[in-house]
């Protein structure tokens, strides 16, 4: 399977599904400053995983080209907030890992163990108005040239039960509070506009004789 873009299940995930391993590769060829063509393919054990937990990811490069690269891991975090009117997205990077270069005219098997900082919030999927989505990208940056890169994406499963239950329950909360504000306003329809208080006059000294 050939990826350039994050391509994420329209539908419901199911947690069964995401526990196979992913490939995609890349091959790209030098034209800026070298020549030649770099070709790129990218294993991980796992599609979904927990916080604290670890992806294995393992990169085959064939560099037959005249220049080296360097390969890079970004783990960031794609949030959305869906409206009838306008649409916001927002990527949050999370981590910034550099490996080691791989010269010109060779080939070598890297193989990095990424772990999920704790903490992070789950995944939520699609029907819904926030969406939070992430991926893994790898990025080769070649010498003297462009850079050649991957998107794959990794299902944030919740960390336990106790987080899901937290989290209803904040929802719940939340809904509350918003009804409780709505029904607290006052009702412009039968509000009367009374009379302004008028000031009591003060009687008037006599006059001296």
């Given at each position: 399977m050939v990826a350039t873009d994050i391509a994420y299940p329209k539908q419901d995930i199911v947690i069964h599904s995401l526990q196979?391993?992913?490939h995609a590769q890349i091959q790209k060829n030098v034209e800026r400053f070298g020549s030649g063509s770099v070709k790129m393919d990218v294993y991980i054990d796992k599609m979904a995983c927990k916080p604290g937990e670890g992806?294995?990811?393992?990169?085959e490069i064939n560099n037959q080209s005249t220049s080296s690269v360097a390969l890079k891991y970004i783990l960031y975090r794609i949030q959305s907030r869906i409206s009838p009117t306008n649409s916001t997205v927002v990527i949050f990077p999370l981590l910034e890992?550099?490996?080691?270069a791989v010269h010109s005219q060779s080939k070598d098997n890297i193989t990095k163990l990424i772990t999920i900082p704790r903490g992070t919030p789950p995944s939520i999927s699609s029907?819904?108005?926030?969406?939070?989505?992430?991926?893994l990208k790898v990025c080769l940056d070649i010498c003297g040239s462009?850079?050649?890169y991957l998107h794959l994406p990794i299902f944030i499963l919740p960390d336990s039960l106790y987080y899901v239950k937290r989290q209803h329950q904040q929802q719940l909360l939340d809904a509350s509070k918003s009804v409780v504000a709505e029904y607290s306003k006052p009702n412009q329809q039968t509000q009367r506009a009374g009379k302004r208080p008028t000031k009591p006059r003060s009687i008037d000294n006599p006059p001296n004789y």
């Open positions: 196979g391993a992913q992806l294995q990811v393992t990169v890992i550099n490996a080691k029907n819904s108005p926030v969406e939070i989505l992430y991926a462009s850079f050649l």
